[in-house]
Nanobody, 124 residues
Framework: QLQASGGGLVQAGASLRVSCAAS??????MGWFRQAPGKEREFVAA????????AYADSVKGRFKISRDNAQNTVYLQMNSLKPEDTAVYYC?????????????????????WGQGTQVTVSS
């Protein structure tokens, strides 16, 4: 089970951190997807179990940072220099069985666990 938190309403240029706490099954690769109104869900970022594998969507590279604390079974997404186009529902995801693979980490079908989503709204 994945429980996301930390979303909210901020102005453009601000920062926000969303968190996702996992319970139950061991999580291997964890990550974030997002879905804006009227758009398809898209990959944002992913991180391997020990953090040596990380992937970002081109649209967030240099602004967002994903990290995890395995002792707390939690993954974080630090979002800086937010833009109105970052407005979306952010979903935490987890894969429980497979090691790190960059291509797989960016695909929705890799992940068997999905959180409920947290809304991030960036005003201009």
């Amino acid at each position: 089970q994945l429980q996301a938190s930390g979303g909210g309403l901020v102005q453009a240029g601000a920062s926000l951190r969303v968190s996702c706490a996992a319970s139950g099954r061991t999580t291997v690769t964890m990550g974030w997807f997002r879905q804006a109104p009227g758009k398809e869900r898209e990959f944002v970022a992913a991180i391997s179990w020990i953090g040596n594998g990380i992937a970002y969507a081109d649209s967030v590279k240099g602004r967002f940072k994903i990290s995890r604390d395995n002792a707390q079974n939690t993954v974080y997404l630090q979002m800086n220099s937010l833009k109105p186009e970052d407005t979306a529902v952010y979903y935490c995801v987890a894969d429980h069985t497979t090691g790190w693979n960059l291509a797989r980490a960016m695909k929705q079908q890799t992940y068997t666990s999905w959180g409920q989503g947290t809304q991030v709204t960036v005003s201009s």
